[in-house]
């Protein structure tokens, strides 16, 4: 009997010790977001890096990150994923990498730490799991299969093994790269395997898409009502009650790529190449008469299906933040409001207690008013400078006062509010 008993507290300590050892009570890293995301505008550089890397990636390539790059794309993160910290500490000798993960409600907290090594390849040190420690060859083989799983092939062994050198100092971190533009060409012609509810949703954005090219030329004027009008009186009479919600994601979807970006036909598996030359707007759908306000509002919705509603604010935020430098077009608040806007019309089609409702709404939209917000009083074209001086951060009480407004505009819009309700929003 005391055997048996001690066999097995010996099996349950040996189940329950590495669950010990890797959960923390606190984060390891309490970075403020609003510190760091006030560097988003060094990001255009780094992107103009990796624009050049593809483009020459069947030669060597440096890709070199400073600090402040380093620390705006952590505050991405965060503002995308509450709760997600993450930080990186350079020195001449290494990269040391921390992230804190919340573990749901838990108050818990899971964090891991390591070394990225300056010198010839990529060298794995000091990997930690809160307080279990990790072989550097058990990383390695783990970061190689959670890359393969989130790219659907076997390539990110590969991948680390081009990495010829990674020298760091105390302000950037510099990568040098092989060539790698047959990885590429593998990534861009890998077969896209799609379950059952990924290929319907292909298959009615196509549908869908294939309507919007099949329509006439309309009035300039009123060309984004009467494509949005004429969609969605289509869609009302494809869908069913059940399904109005998915209906109504594959038409916004279909929207996005035919007056806004057709790159968005790759994230849904792929659309026939007759059907996307077929399918684009003849001329610039606008809210407001400004075409990049519907650009932003379309863009929005489409990468709120595609997400969800905080990695939207987010990206949308983080952009404006990056046009704050002087090649930029400045922080523009009424590209947040079509921001926020195409946002929250992607989350209530998508909603199965609103979805039949606004299906039937959008067929018979009078005027523009009654989907985008006023924008006219709101700050445009502030570069850093100005709107340090004006707003100050993402966290101070101006943005805070704006943001408010933007939503209070948009939770009022006829679109989205109860027909018999004193303006209370419908979703």
């Known amino acids: 009997m005391r055997k048996g008993f001690a066999a097995f507290f010996l099996l349950l300590l040996l189940v329950t010790l590495p669950i010990v050892l890797v959960i923390d009570t606190s984060p390891a890293v309490r970075e403020l977001s609003s510190a760091q995301l006030q560097q988003a505008d060094r990001i255009p550089t780094l992107i103009g890096q990796l624009k050049a890397f593809t483009a020459n990636s069947s030669r060597p390539q440096q890709i070199t990150l400073n600090k402040a790059q380093i620390d705006s794309l952590s505050a991405l993160i965060a503002r995308a994923r509450s709760g997600w910290f993450s930080s990186v500490a350079l020195s001449p000798t290494a990269a040391e990498l921390t992230l804190s993960l919340p573990i749901a409600d838990s108050g818990l907290f899971f964090n891991a730490r390591a070394s990225v090594q300056s010198g010839n390849g990529l060298t794995l040190d000091n990997v930690k799991v809160g307080d279990l420690p990790i072989p550097a060859s058990l990383a390695r083989w783990l970061l190689v299969k959670i890359g393969d799983r989130v790219v659907n092939l076997d390539i990110s062994e590969r991948l680390l093994n081009r990495v010829e050198k990674v020298i760091t100092t105390d302000n950037a971190i510099t990568i040098t790269l092989a060539p790698v533009a047959d990885l590429l060409a593998e990534l861009k012609s890998r077969p896209t395997q799609l379950d059952e509810d990924s290929?319907?949703?292909?298959?009615?954005?196509?549908?869908?898409?294939?309507?919007?090219?099949?329509?006439?030329?309309?009035?300039?004027?009123?060309?984004?009502?009467?494509?949005?009008?004429?969609?969605?009186?289509?869609?009302?009479?494809?869908?069913?009650?059940?399904?109005?919600?998915?209906?109504?994601?594959?038409?916004?979807?279909?929207?996005?790529?035919?007056?806004?970006?057709?790159?968005?036909?790759?994230?849904?598996?792929?659309?026939?190449?007759?059907?996307?030359?077929?399918?684009?707007?003849?001329?610039?759908?606008?809210?407001?008469?400004?075409?990049?306000?519907?650009?932003?509002?379309?863009?929005?919705?489409?990468?709120?299906?595609?997400?969800?509603?905080?990695?939207?604010?987010?990206?949308?935020?983080?952009?404006?933040?990056?046009?704050?430098?002087?090649?930029?077009?400045?922080?523009?608040?009424?590209?947040?409001?079509?921001?926020?806007?195409?946002?929250?019309?992607?989350?209530?089609?998508?909603?199965?207690?609103?979805?039949?409702?606004?299906?039937?709404?959008?067929?018979?939209?009078?005027?523009?008013?009654?989907?985008?917000?006023?924008?006219?009083?709101?700050?445009?074209?502030?570069?850093?400078?100005?709107?340090?001086?004006?707003?100050?951060?993402?966290?101070?009480?101006?943005?805070?006062?704006?943001?408010?407004?933007?939503?209070?505009?948009?939770?009022?819009?006829?679109?989205?509010?109860?027909?018999?309700?004193n303006m209370i929003p419908l979703c």
């Open 199 to 421: 290929e319907q949703f292909r298959r009615l954005t196509t549908h869908y898409l294939t309507f919007l090219g099949q329509q006439p030329r309309p009035a300039p004027e009123d060309a984004t009502l009467t494509y949005l009008r004429a969609l969605f009186g289509h869609v009302a009479q494809q869908s069913q009650g059940e399904d109005a919600a998915l209906h109504n994601q594959a038409a916004t979807m279909a929207m996005a790529i035919f007056a806004g970006s057709q790159h968005f036909s790759r994230f849904i598996g792929g659309v026939e190449q007759p059907v996307l030359a077929n399918a684009k707007s003849p001329l610039p759908l606008q809210f407001a008469n400004r075409h990049d306000l519907f650009l932003h509002f379309i863009f929005s919705a489409a990468i709120e299906i595609l997400s969800d509603h905080q990695v939207t604010y987010a990206i949308g935020e983080f952009k404006e933040l990056m046009d704050r430098n002087m090649s930029g077009s400045g922080f523009s608040f009424a590209d947040l409001a079509a921001d926020l806007t195409g946002s929250k019309f992607a989350r209530c089609l998508a909603s199965p207690d609103y979805a039949p409702e606004l299906q039937q709404r959008l067929p018979v939209l009078f005027n523009e008013q009654a989907l985008f917000p006023r924008i006219d009083d709101l700050p445009e074209g502030m570069h850093e400078d100005e709107f340090q001086q004006k707003i100050g951060g993402v966290d101070s009480p101006v943005y805070r006062q704006l943001t408010e407004q933007i939503q209070q505009r948009i939770d009022a819009l006829l679109l989205f509010t109860a027909p018999t309700s």
